[in-house]
């Protein structure tokens, strides 16, 4: 079965959701509104509502109550994407900061806060303690995560874990929770919550790895912007890591790099990414992201046989031959 | 009694509120550690959880539970701060960004975000949904407060409820909700809670008020911070709204403050603030200070007469005559 199939079947149920999205962002403040919409409309895979939505059907599916949990995961996601796009403003524009990019900033800071606060609200209604323990600790290490990156922005003597951990927080974490929560809201045994969590941890780790792939070697249309964009910020993946270990390309790569950063990514990166598309890092990366695929399959197999197990297995084969 | 007694008092209830505010945010993560300790030394009134002890003692007073309430509501309180402080960075070094500028910008934000967080983090230790639900909602007018802010900079056509709107959501609501959350956790009456935190909206009022006016008044050294800050940023406080009712003084502030707007704040603000100083807006906003105060004070009347009581009104009292 194709992603669009699974989507299709659900297809009733996201758009519930997507009202409710709207919906939660509805506030009577015309900025406010007008940004927050502007950032929904843009769209998305809703890769987490869907992870919710299929985790609640191994409990009693109510989308009444599963809602409390899958529109605040999206809105999370939505406000850190806001507030990674405040940063780049920043540089885009450095050097000619007009008044109205200064308020863009504002608008998009608060309005990353805004949109996370409602996050906050909306799940308070439903009343399970665990379920806000899981979200609150869940949402710590997200920004515990956005500082990681910073803190490694080209430091080329990073090992594998500290990668691993850092796409862990930032990546993993929010679509284990995903799996997770729909069980949870839905009441489901507290085995088929831990699997599922196991599952979405193993799911998003590929779905990162892949991400880090597409990052080289993706067209600008399939990616939404320029391959590369990683290495101008500084941010060394996966495929670079395992590059790096090359004896024979790294005086090379370190080149490169030092170029890329002592001009704050504004040289032509093509250079360093086709050393990298030629080494082993790429089959290494390919074979990480596989294995991460297996692992959250097997997550799943102690399971009821049902449908929604089905579709899971074949989302995560589909994000681990993603190239969208 | 003086305010200094009633933290005298209190000393080793805020000291202990004070450790577990560091030990909140003793993260493994050098920046951010770094970034949020700053901010805690850095050193505030503390006067939202002041008040959030104060209320407690209308309920089974119990620091162990009351302290998850207390530290999530400074950790708000401090996280609006930080972000307000990425702003202020990205003008003042405007044209002029330096990579360290921009570290500290992203820093500071993901600081911001991770204070947060590890607020609401702690809050889901009390179980009571009541607490999450009053906490969130607080958090989104306070998110909206903000960007009302930026929406009313540099509008002199504002109305003074327009002011007292956006001052209740950017500070009276934190304030009250430390009140009520207070005794809420503490399990006090719900009139009980009611009554607290309708002292707490008109104290906050009236602390905000009294704030605008010290911005006009106050020494470097008692603000920290040179008078005028408000208007070079845009921002129309209740004196110079009342200024502005005044016919004659009207063109003229208009005159200046359009020299305000166009240099963006770069200029000589001392003329602005003669004229305000010398309107019969401060003598009103201090009539309005007094009138909040007043109703906090009454709010009060039907409690029963604990100590507690009557370290509040002192504390309104206080905030009343406030030039610190």
């Given at each position: 079965m194709k992603l669009l199939d699974i989507y299709a079947k659900l297809k009733k149920d996201i758009n519930y959701i997507e009202k409710e999205l709207e919906r939660s962002i509805?506030?009577?403040?015309?900025?406010?509104?007008?940004?927050?919409?502007?950032?929904?409309?843009?769209?998305?895979?809703?890769?987490?509502?869907?992870?919710?939505?299929?985790?609640?059907?191994?409990?009693?599916?109510?989308?009444?109550?599963?809602?409390?949990?899958?529109?605040?995961?999206?809105?999370?996601?939505?406000?850190?994407?806001?507030?990674?796009?405040?940063?780049?403003?920043?540089?885009?524009r450095r050097g000619q900061l007009t008044v109205r990019s200064k308020w863009d900033n504002r608008i998009a800071m608060y309005t990353g806060d805004y949109i996370f606060a409602k996050a906050l609200n909306i799940v308070t209604k439903l009343s399970n303690p665990l379920i806000h323990q899981i979200m609150s600790k869940a949402i710590v290490q997200v920004c515990i995560g956005e500082m990681e990156q910073i803190r490694f922005f080209f430091n080329s003597e990073q090992s594998i874990r500290d990668y691993?951990?850092?796409?862990?927080?930032?990546?993993?974490?929010?679509?284990?929770?995903?799996?997770?929560?729909?069980?949870?809201?839905?009441?489901?045994?507290?085995?088929?919550?831990?699997?599922?969590?196991?599952?979405?941890?193993?799911?998003?780790?590929?779905?990162?790895?892949r991400d880090d792939l597409l990052d080289l070697f993706g067209?600008?249309?399939?990616?939404?912007?320029?391959?590369?964009?990683?290495?101008k910020q500084g941010n060394i993946t996966i495929p670079v890591i395992f590059a790096l270990q090359n004896e024979k390309l790294k005086p090379e790569l370190l080149r490169e790099l030092k170029v890329i950063q002592d001009t704050d990514g504004q040289t032509d990166v093509n250079p360093f990414l086709n050393i990298v598309r030629q080494s082993?890092?790429?089959?290494?990366?390919?074979?990480?992201?596989?294995?991460?695929?297996?692992?959250?399959?097997?997550?799943?197999?102690?399971?009821p046989d049902i449908q929604a197990k089905k579709d899971l297995i074949s989302i995560a084969h589909f994000i681990g031959n993603r190239s969208y």
């Open positions: 509805d506030v009577e403040h015309p900025m406010l509104r007008e940004a927050s919409l502007h950032l929904l409309k843009a769209g998305g895979k809703r890769i987490r509502p869907v992870f919710v939505l299929l985790g609640a059907k191994f409990g009693t599916y109510d989308l009444e109550q599963v809602k409390h949990v899958a529109v605040p995961l999206e809105l999370i996601h939505m406000a850190t994407l806001v507030h990674d796009d405040v940063i780049d403003d920043a540089n885009t691993l951990l850092r796409i862990k927080r930032k990546t993993a974490l929010l679509i284990a929770i995903s799996c997770q929560l729909g069980a949870v809201a839905a009441g489901a045994s507290e085995k088929a919550a831990r699997q599922l969590y196991i599952f979405g941890y193993n799911v998003g780790m590929a779905f990162q790895v067209t600008e249309k399939e990616i939404g912007k320029p391959p590369g964009n990683d290495i082993e890092g790429i089959a290494r990366s390919e074979a990480m992201a596989s294995k991460y695929i297996d692992k959250a399959i097997a997550a799943l197999q102690s399971l």
